[in-house]
Nanobody, 123 residues
């Protein structure tokens, strides 16, 4: 079992930055690939970015490439999402998720989910 807790969301103006954190607990948490997803009101949950257990492989959605950066610190069992140049369309609840083995971009491939953190970008 892996438990995930996100933090770092908030309200920011367009062009600003936020850093989200996802703290994982569980004996083998560092062995899991991690992903960030987001869900805006009235829309389906969408993939944002994923990272392999080692951090050596990352996969970004086209909409965030060049603006968002994922990283992980396995000693702290924490994954980070640095979000720069934020746009109003980035407004959503952001979820972190975990799965064994490789990075995936489908929510159905992830076994564990956090409760989400709200990110609101004002224009």
């Amino acid at each position: 079992q892996v438990q995930l807790v996100e933090s770092g969301g908030g309200l920011v103006q367009a062009g600003g930055s936020l850093r989200l954190s996802c703290a994982a607990s569980g004996r083998t948490a560092s062995s899991y690939a991690m992903g960030w997803f987001r869900q805006a009101p009235g829309k389906e949950r969408e993939f944002v970015v994923g990272i392999s257990w080692s951090g050596g492989i990352t996969n970004y959605a086209d909409s965030v490439k060049g603006r968002f950066t994922i990283s992980r610190d396995n000693a702290k069992n924490t994954v980070y999402l640095q979000m720069n140049s934020l746009k109003p369309e980035d407004t959503a609840v952001y979820y972190c998720a975990a799965r064994l083995y490789t990075v995936a971009d489908s929510s159905g491939d992830y076994n564990y989910w956090g409760q989400g953190t709200q990110v609101t970008v004002s224009s």
